[in-house]
């Protein structure tokens, strides 16, 4: 939220000082608001100094402000993440102070403007402080003249009166000169030191403004030069974030292939172990077709079973494709969800 400031001394109107408001609802410190009525002291009627509206002295109404309690804040806690995370968080991180420099920087433009707002006020009184001082002047070169009429007036009235009412009249001139000189004498002083008084403090004020507003413009380009560079580094944050996810994407697709060949080896391994057991179990039967015929014709039989011949492993005969390489859908040879070894390769 934007700070509140006096119009006059473009100070911070913080809840521990004096303020006061105008009929016309502007508010101000009321030092500086009885300071400038002083100053406007010939004027029959007072001007706000914001909108122009009538400003009385005894109008004044003094304003009372309730602080706020201070809030305790917590840093919050920052875990560490994998590489894309952290890339991320780094990311998230350079946005919130991209947005902190450029609220700072528009409060900046904001000071500046009412820096230059109270600057162009003081550069109005200033002005209408040499225009006043000038008028009086004028006041004054008029009444000097009046004075050298009228004491001109004097001189002859002095010659043309006799000797007898010339030192009566004199005296009379002569007080009621003096009274005439030191009055507008000592009413022009006091309007001319109070003129005086009123430009060295425009002066003054004006300098220290010119000041503020430099350093306000030195501030502007410093926080220019600092959203720069954040938005440099945001750009680098992405540039590695989108590298990041790239290999990730790279490694998974490479680990999928090693996954099908792998299911693979082991369709191939299964296929070799049952032909191996078949050509065993043929190459037995055929040794015991050999054995058998000469013992027929010697009379005796051997007692050849079914437990002589090599059979295939039951492990072999029951299980599948999908309980051997631990894959659901089959999808790399086209299995079947039940089709066992041996009959694939019947098949």
């Not at 011949?309 to 040879?333: C, H, W, Y």
Request: neutral net charge; charged residues 35%.
């Amino acid at each position: 939220m934007d700070r509140l400031v006096c119009g006059i001394c473009t100070e911070e109107l913080g809840s521990d000082k004096d303020v006061c408001c105008l009929p016309c609802g502007h508010v101000k410190h009321t030092a500086c608001l009885r300071e400038w009525c002083k100053l406007q002291n010939d004027q029959r009627e007072k001007k706000c100094p914001n909108c122009g509206g009538n400003a009385k002295c005894v109008n004044f109404r003094k304003l009372f402000f309730d602080k706020e309690p201070n809030l305790e804040t917590k840093a919050p806690e920052v875990s560490q993440e994998p590489s894309v995370q952290s890339g991320t968080v780094t990311n998230d991180a350079n946005k919130q102070d991209l947005e902190k420099c450029k609220s700072e920087l528009e409060a900046a433009h904001k000071r500046a403007d009412r820096l230059e707002q109270s600057n162009r006020l003081l550069e109005t009184m200033l002005h209408n402080s040499e225009t006043e001082l000038r008028r009086t002047s004028e006041k004054n070169r008029e009444q000097a003249q009046e004075l050298s009429e009228a004491q001109a007036k004097i001189r002859d009235l002095e010659a043309k009166l006799s000797e007898s009412d010339l030192g009566q009249v004199i005296v009379l001139l002569k007080e009621k000169v003096g009274k005439l000189e030191n009055g507008e004498i000592a009413r022009l002083k006091s309007l001319h030191d109070a003129a005086k008084e009123e430009l060295e403090i425009v002066q003054r004020r004006r300098q220290n403004l010119t000041e503020r507003v430099l350093k306000l413009s030195e501030e502007v380009k410093k926080l220019s030069s600092e959203n720069a560079k954040f938005k440099q580094e945001l750009n680098d944050s992405q540039e590695r974030l989108a590298a990041s996810e790239k290999r990730n994407a790279d490694a998974n697709k490479e680990r999928e292939t090693m996954a099908e060949r792998k299911r693979n080896c082991q369709v191939k391994m299964i296929l070799f172990k049952r032909k191996l057991f078949e050509d065993i179990n043929r190459f037995v039967g055929e040794m015991s077709r050999e054995i058998e015929e000469p013992k027929a014709e010697s009379g005796t039989l051997p007692n050849l079973t079914r437990s002589a011949l090599v059979e295939i492993p039951p492990v072999l005969k029951k299980r599948t494709l999908n309980q051997e390489f631990g894959s659901k859908d089959g999808s790399a040879k086209k299995v079947k969800p039940n089709e066992s070894v041996e009959e694939i390769y019947l098949s």
